[in-house]
């Protein structure tokens, strides 16, 4: 088995840290596990991305584009800029959270006003989620990129025990308890 993951995002929203959870879990799964990351500006709200690469038999951190069995979205804009990125029988996870880019606050650029139908037609499948109010409802909007990684978490064939060893490994311990409802919550979307 091999499984290639490629998520997107604007700095802030924890993108590494999914890719984090994500890879973490794969480990624990048994599985040799590579990740790599773009920060771009990443402080200044530009554009990241991270590829987590899992399973046997591969010899590259990287993946070409159009290999992504998942890809993760935590702003949508992001989603359909990583498209290209998708196999065409791979799945979508974006998250409904609209940040508006300098360019189009500046009146350089426009937000799509079909984003919607946009996002349709780019991926066969596609969870469309409002993680930021399944955060919020959990108490901490800081949640919704583990929401996400939740909403993600069938598609990648990895069992429980590891998404909670993951989260774990991976978070302060005062806030596993909330990590963990949150990637329930993200299964349950």
């Known amino acids: 088995m091999l499984k290639n993951v490629m998520l997107c995002g604007v700095g802030g929203q924890g993108i590494l840290f999914a890719a984090k959870i994500i890879a973490v879990a794969a480990e624990l799964s048994g599985y040799d596990v590579t990740t790599n990351e773009l920060h771009g500006m990443a402080q200044r709200g530009g554009s990241v991305t991270a590829q987590v690469r899992f399973g046997d038999g591969f010899h590259s951190p990287l993946f070409r584009e159009g290999e ?19 196999k065409a029988d791979g799945k979508a996870a974006v998250s409904k959270q609209r940040l508006i880019p300098v360019t189009v606050s500046t ?61 774990e490994r991976s978070v302060k311990t005062g806030l596993v308890e909330n990590n963990m409802a949150a990637l329930k919550a993200g299964q349950e979307a």
């Open 107 to 167: 009146g350089r650029a426009t937000y799509p006003a079909d984003l919607d139908e946009r996002l349709t037609r780019s991926f066969g499948v596609l969870k469309y989620i409002d993680c930021c109010a399944i955060a919020l409802k959990l108490g901490d909007l800081r949640l919704a990129n583990t929401v996400m990684v939740g909403a993600l978490s069938g598609w990648l064939g990895l069992p429980e025990a590891s998404w909670q060893g993951a989260v």
């Open 68 to 86: 992504a069995d998942v890809l993760c979205a935590l702003e949508p804009v992001e989603g359909l800029r990583c498209a290209h990125w998708l």
